[in-house]
Nanobody
Framework: QVQLVESGGGLVQAGGSLRLSCAAA????????MGWFRQAPGKEREFVSG????????YYADSVKGRFTISRDNAKNTVYLQMNSLKPEDTAVYYC?????????????????WGKGALVTVSP
């Protein structure tokens, strides 16, 4: 069992930056692939970024590639999402998720545990 708690959300102007953190409670955090998903108002939840547990290879949605950076600190049981050059269309609730197996495709059904989310609002 893994409990995930996101933090770092807030209001930022377009072009600004935010860093989200996801703290995990539970054993063997380092064995989980970790992902960030987001859900904008009226839209479905979508993949943003993921990271493997072994070599920490990152994965990104095309919409955030070059602007967002995912990282993890297994000693702190924490995964981060550094978000730069934010746009109003990045406004969403951001969810942290964990998967026992590295997903072949970063889909909602591939994730085993979810946090409750952190709201990110980007003003024009």
């Amino acid at each position: 069992q893994v409990q995930l708690v996101e933090s770092g959300g807030g209001l930022v102007q377009a072009g600004g930056s935010l860093r989200l953190s996801c703290a995990a409670a539970g054993r063997t955090f380092s064995r989980y692939a970790m992902g960030w998903f987001r859900q904008a108002p009226g839209k479905e939840r979508e993949f943003v970024s993921g990271i493997s547990w072994s070599v920490s290879r990152p994965y990104y949605a095309d919409s955030v590639k070059g602007r967002f950076t995912i990282s993890r600190d297994n000693a702190k049981n924490t995964v981060y999402l550094q978000m730069n050059s934010l746009k109003p269309e990045d406004t969403a609730v951001y969810y942290c998720a964990a998967a026992l197996n590295l997903p072949a495709r970063w889909e909602l059904s591939a994730m085993d545990y979810w946090g409750k989310g952190a709201l990110v609002t980007v003003s024009p």
